[in-house]
């Protein structure tokens, strides 16, 4: 039941671009360029540019050299223009300032070349990605076999890319595989990799790639059976935190779908004698539940109602058992107390906060909107302050200009006496920072600007005591600021992905000294900044692990998508996608993104796996909350969403049933920049409140109540 967690597969289809003038207009602002260092006095020369090979094939992983010839008016070649080297692809192929272009996924490319506002392409088909290695191993964690036993063998193929991936699926899909045995009379393997133990011994059972050289191997123990019985003897529940479990019998008692049964398992011997260890495999009877083993015993949990037959099985013998599931139920729905619109640009993330004062405050920043779309600006130069101690009534205090044309992100110090509010897009490319006093906090002041290591812009921060940890987009590299006199901030330390395929950095959460960085295509970080556990600090952070996971199986072809936003709530870290179709920017009509919650185990923090996730099949997901056991999801056009993630998680939440509760953030006509769709983009609890900013039409202020019963209008006879 646990989810594997593997690498990118590529899109196989080809991202057709209408004009190559298009094309280049229509790289996204992280697409992967460079430029020669040739002398551009001959640009306005230019009438068109040849890229050669015109189309070629090589397998990924293997650099192709693209040349770029430029001519003028009179057909003559400029070989002094400045050319410019982009792809259409920048998630599938690298490309260097010389044209040099190594594939990273499977798939058909444009590589282009831009002199002088001409643009040339050229097609890049990477066939495959060559297996360096395999790896083989028993199910279920299992370590052995018992006489009789029959399990089918995983095998994870790694490319020269480092790409990892389970055979038959994701880059791996075509490879073919051939197994065989070194003691077929011990283990014996089907053509499927399926591997049945027939007496005690040892065997190697080996796999190799048939169209390859790659080879993996795994040896397997078999022991005789000692199993004479196997018997289901009730399972047990988690409930909410700190209510213990409950136990039950599947016979007089049903579970919600969503519920985690850890199943009570008794294996004898002749004797009657208990046997520990013993390799178990689970099954299930029918779709809509799972069964799997897990170290401290076997686990179920459907997510659909009814009543579903598990199988045990261990060395021959089989147990049944089985279990009734009723459908989840909410006892909970969201009402609107007020919002604090913003009706002439889009709206973004903010920040709620207790004033000195002792008055609560809202600082609400911006983003540019499309004047087609009905905005009156295409700058978020802003940050608006609201204060809301009276949440019906929100009341404009102030504004803050920036220079940006982005300012998505204010913070607000825990005290709150100073906020960091970031620059995207500065006209003057020194975007970095800028540090606010809140002494007055209806009228903020401002009291620095900082752009060390940050003129690139400042995607988000995250404020934790006096240090600030902000997403710098220039390096992709978490730099910390101490920001104990925010007049004069400092560098304080700093951290990047020394190795990786986009080192694209989103986003940054920071607790009890460990940050979860959100990095896009090399997927969830985790550092430490002075938890210890690693030996890090603030001045030198260490990162502990890395959890890498595969795009395209669960997004389809087409996408730019990647490891937007993550949470840590006890043993879970909640990590957030974020999905958008290829050249989304282009489109006369608003995105519709998509984008699932991974819920990551992080019991062991060195090894994180993911075993859950929550997704809206008809919406994207953008910032989460997590309070009190439930999962607050800022869900872009579906609105804000509520769920249960009381107990263990497994599964899909979504099909569960686990969602408690919905509310369509959009806004009426002539409220809002795009009214009647909902684009949920940030999401705070506080003071008793659901604060929620939809991009579109502002702040909405929310409230969570036991719903009431619904009783029918008296019916009226004529």
Known sequence: ?????????????????????????????????????????????????????????????????????????????????AVTWFADSYQQVTVDSTGLAIG????????????????????????????????VALPGGLDRLATGQSVRLEVEGVTALGTRAAVGTGVLEHVALRFSSSEPAVVEVSGLGRVTAR??????????????????????????????????????????????????????????????????????????????????????????????????????????PGIYTIVASAGGVTAQTDVRVEERASGVEVYAVGRAPVAHTRSTDFAMFRGMDGRDYLIQGTIPASPQLGARTAIGDRYYVWDVTEPARPVLTDSILVNARRASDPRVEPGGRWAVLTHEGDPERKNGVTFVDLSTPAHPKVVSRFTDRLTGGVHNTWIDGHHVFAVSNGPNTMVILDGSDPANPRIAGEFGLSEGWRRNLHDIWVED??????????????????????????????????????????????????????????????????????????????PSPRGRIHVVDVSDLANPRIVAH?????????????????????????????????????????????????????????QGVIPFKADAWGIQLYRGKIFVADSNSGTWILGLREKAEETPEPLELM
């Open 1 to 81: 039941m646990p989810l594997r967690a593997i690498a990118r597969r590529s899109p196989t289809a080809l991202r057709v671009v209408a004009g190559a003038a298009c094309l280049a207009a229509a790289l996204p602002p992280g697409a992967l360029r460079a430029q020669s260092a040739a002398d551009s006095s001959a640009d306005a020369a230019v009438s068109r540019v040849e890229v050669r090979p015109a189309e070629t094939d090589a397998p990924g992983g293997t650099p192709v050299r693209f040349t770029a010839v430029v001519f003028d008016d009179a057909g003559r070649p400029v070989p002094s223009a």
């Open 104 to 135: 990273r996924e499977v798939g058909l490319v444009r590589i282009g070349a831009a002199a002088g506002g001409k643009v040339g392409t050229g097609l890049l088909r990477v066939t495959h990605l060559p297996v360096e290695r395999l790896e």
């Open 199 to 304: 007496r005690p011994g040892a065997a190697v059972v080996s796999v190799r790639d048939a169209d390859g050289g790659a080879r993996g191997e795994v040896r397997i123990e078999v022991e005789e059976s000692a199993v004479a019985s196997l018997a289901f003897e009730g399972w047990t529940r988690a409930r909410r935190p700190g209510g213990g479990a409950a136990a039950g019998s599947a016979d007089r008692e049903a579970v919600r779908t969503g519920d985690v049964l850890r199943l009570r398992l008794a294996v004898r011997d002749r004797a009657g004698r208990g046997l520990d260890g013993v390799p178990v495999v689970l099954g299930v009877s029918a779709p809509g539940a799972s069964a799997w083993m897990e170290p401290d015993g076997p686990r179920f949990v459907a997510e659909d």
């Open 513 to 590: 000294g460990l940050a979860y960085l959100s990095y896009w295509l090399d997927g969830l970080v985790v550092v430490d900044v002075g938890n210890g556990m690693a030996g890090g600090s603030v001045e030198k952070p260490v990162q502990v692990s890395q959890l890498l996971y595969d795009m395209e199986p669960l997004y389809g072809p087409g996408h730019i998508a990647g490891t937007h936003t993550a949470w840590r709530e006890g043993d879970y870290v909640f990590v957030g996608d974020e999905v958008f179709p290829w050249h989304y920017q282009d489109q006369p009509l608003p």
């Open 614 to 670: 929550y997704e809206v099949p008809e919406a994207g997901s953008h910032c989460v909350w997590v309070e009190d056991g439930k999962l607050y999801v800022a869900n872009y056009q579906a609105g804000l969403r509520v769920v249960d993630v009381t107990g263990e998680l497994r599964g899909d939440l979504y099909r569960q049933g686990r969602e408690l509760a919905r509310f369509d953030t959009s806004a009426p006509l002539g």
